[in-house]
């Protein structure tokens, strides 16, 4: 199996039988500040900056490194609203 391992490869919870029991907790606090995030900002892609893709692996944008990541642009759900998000209209008629 170590011919396989790269030397720079980092498996930061392990895996298999000896998976670390702090894994499920790190990803929910990962998803919890995720909503969190969510919840006081509104989130854009900024249209300036296309989201580079590797034909190899369609799953992830390249890194930063590569001419790649993801720019996005925060605006507070608190004080901004976003252009595009139009209130709904009144509707008329039977309900």
Same mark, same amino acid.
């Given at each position: ?19 670390? #029991? ?24 900024? =249209?300036?900056?296309? #989201?580079? #893709?590797?034909?190899?692996? #369609?799953?992830?944008?390249?890194? =930063? ?31």
């Amino acid at each position: 199996k170590m011919k396989h391992f790269h030397p720079f490869q980092f498996i930061p919870f392990g895996g298999g039988r000896r998976l670390c #029991i702090g894994n499920l907790f790190a990803i929910t606090q990962a998803k919890t500040l995720l909503c969190m995030i969510l919840r006081k900002y509104y989130l854009r892609s900024v =249209a300036e900056k296309p #989201i580079r #893709i590797d034909p190899k692996d #369609i799953a992830t944008p390249l890194s =930063a490194e590569r001419g790649g990541g993801v720019w996005l642009h925060f605006t507070s759900r608190d004080y901004d609203e976003p252009e595009d998000v139009v209130p709904p209209q009144p509707s008329h008629g039977a309900l």
